[in-house]
């Protein structure tokens, strides 16, 4: 009775060893994919030029991170600032858009250099294109951009663009002609319909999401047969059934 009973608990310390090994196993394919991001810009010093805040450097801010398609930069500034992205480096080195052509510059928030009371405002910018892309803030002619408000970072695949950034066409979003009848002034945005805001990466549905993808995208690269380790554990199990 003694040495059976022994033999049972034996069988189920085994079996309960080998699920542990599954878990670990699925969990450490779903840590290879990681997660699109919200970045917020500068973190706490926000979105401005040095001659508002002399302790800002987007550069070295945005050399400590990796971005890949999805992911969202988070700019907190006020009117008095605008946010720039752009695809042209001659644009960005002169830090203003005159020499923009057709789907290479979009501006997120225009400026108000004129407001005596500037009102806070927050600006997301989704990451849409691969490669190099430039930001800065061109108001005063230029003169926030020249004064550290600028940098620029380089994008990679990651997994792709989610499906609510997707547009129909899969281009990234371009200037259309501007609705102030200026042809000088800043572009306004071509946005997909469907066009959605930072998410919250922290939700239990995109974590759950995130492994489905994980584990989908790990075994395509690493070539891994998911089945096999679900079959070994039964063939094991069924050794001391």
């Excluded at 508002?52 to 990796?66: Q, R, T």
């Excluded at 950034?165 to 997909?192: Q, R, W």
Aim: aromatic share 14%; proline share 6%; charged share 20%.
């Amino acid at each position: 009775m003694d040495h059976s009973s022994s033999r049972d608990r034996r069988s189920g310390l085994q079996l309960q060893y080998l699920i542990l090994l599954y878990i670990i196993f699925l969990q450490s394919f779903s840590g290879l994919v990681e997660s699109y991001e919200n970045y917020t810009v500068g973190d706490s010093f926000g979105w401005y030029d040095t001659l508002e805040n002399p302790d800002v450097d987007y550069e070295k801010w945005a050399s400590s991170k990796n971005f890949s398609l999805g992911d969202f930069l988070i700019f907190n500034t006020d009117n008095n600032h605008s946010v720039i992205q752009t695809y042209n480096f001659t644009t960005y080195k002169l830090c203003g858009y005159e020499d923009s052509t057709d789907n290479d510059t979009i501006q997120w928030s225009s400026a108000n250099p004129s407001s005596t009371d500037p009102q806070k405002i927050t600006v997301s910018v989704p990451l849409m294109k691969v490669g190099m892309t430039y930001f800065f803030s061109s108001d005063y002619d230029g003169e926030q951009c020249n004064y550290g408000q600028h940098f620029k970072i380089s994008v990679t695949y990651g997994q792709g663009l989610p499906p609510d950034l997707k547009s129909p066409s899969d281009e990234s979003p371009g200037p259309v002609s501007p609705e102030s009848g200026d042809d000088e002034a800043a572009p306004d945005t071509i946005v997909p319909a469907n066009f959605d805001n930072p998410r919250d990466t922290s939700t239990d549905d995109e974590k759950e999401s995130s492994q489905s993808v994980s584990l989908f995208a790990s075994s395509k690269f690493w070539e891994v047969k998911l089945y096999g380790a679900p079959f070994l554990v039964g063939i094991l199990c069924l050794g001391y059934w």
